[in-house]
């Protein structure tokens, strides 16, 4: 349908308005016989026709056009009254950004944005009717802290209300419990299973460390018997050494008295016994 011809400032050229509902050309389609119409207007009309209602030359959709330029321009370019001139809006505008204006409209009629409210008010209006609307979300006057939704609920039973709430809390809290509880426990068993492992890694560890004690302390009683023989095989070539050297003294003395300058010496060591000094101070001298 095109725009109502009342609501436009000054003259409009007939090449304008719509051949079939007489309004200016809304969304307009050409025909090749040049007349035009709003494309609601002529495709309604070609379900029934398949001429051009102005003319009828034969026409059909395939053959349609859009509006010649100049003559777009010249609709965009029409001055037109607001749709909401009759409840007070002033505005007049160009065709070409009139649904602008009528989007933003302040005298707009728009549904109320609660629900179930079936109220259409003025976009002007809107916040003074949102702020009493029977069906705005409110909380209780009581203060029970429900949630009123619309007039149906306003009676409702505050300690029921709070009744409903507490049990849900209390629901929750033992649910809550109920998860930290569990939480714990499998944390504690966790934690067990992990001592247990470690404690039998550390028995291991001590069992290691006894037999490697029990190894040293057996090689130290070796090497402290082996001292000991050491220090036995010592003292006895101390002896012997000591002997060796009295027999050496008292044979130097022999030897230097005049008396014993012969060829015999009485006191010289018989052979058998200078054999064992021999061995005596070889084995002092290898310690
Ligand atoms: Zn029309
Ligand atoms: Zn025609
Ligand atoms: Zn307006
Ligand atoms: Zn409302
Ligand atoms: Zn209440």
């Excluded at 725009?3 to 090449?15: A, K, Q, S, W």
């Excluded at 007349?35 to 030359?57: G, K, M, V």
């Excluded at 629900?115 to 409110?138: D, G, I, W």
């Amino acid at each position: 349908m095109g725009y109502d011809m009342d609501r436009f400032v000054g003259h409009v050229n007939e090449g304008l308005i719509c051949c079939i509902c007489r309004g200016v050309l809304q969304d307009p389609l050409q025909a090749p016989c040049e007349h035009a119409f709003c494309t609601s207007c002529i495709y309604r009309w070609l379900l029934q026709h398949n001429s051009c209602p102005e003319d009828r030359q034969s026409l059909d959709l395939s053959v349609l056009r859009p509006l010649y330029r100049y003559m777009r321009n010249d609709l965009n370019q029409l001055q037109l009254h607001c749709t909401n001139k009759d409840r007070g809006c002033e505005i007049v505008c160009s065709l070409e950004s009139i649904d602008s204006h009528e989007c933003d409209c302040e005298y707009s009629q728009i549904p109320c944005p609660n629900n179930a409210c079936p109220v259409q008010v003025e976009r002007r209006n809107l916040y003074s009717h949102v702020a009493s609307c029977e069906f705005r979300a409110h909380e209780c006057p009581n203060g029970c802290g429900y949630i009123i939704l619309g007039p149906d609920d306003a009676q409702h039973n505050c300690v029921a209300e709070l009744r409903t709430e507490l049990e849900l809390l209390r629901s929750d809290i033992i649910c809550q419990m109920e998860d930290k509880k569990q939480e714990m426990q499998s944390r504690l068993n966790s934690q067990r299973r992990h001592m247990v492992k470690k404690e039998s890694l550390l028995q291991k560890d001590i069992e290691q460390l006894k037999s490697q004690m029990s190894k040293m302390m057996s090689k130290m009683q070796d090497l402290m018997a082996t001292e000991r023989q050491h220090r036995q095989e010592l003292e006895q070539a101390e002896l012997g050494k000591r002997e060796l050297l009295e027999i050496m003294k008292n044979f130097q003395k022999d030897s230097s008295s005049p008396r014993n300058r012969s060829r015999k010496a009485p006191h010289s060591p018989p052979p058998a016994r200078l054999h064992t000094m021999k061995l005596k101070i070889g084995e002092a001298t290898a310690l």
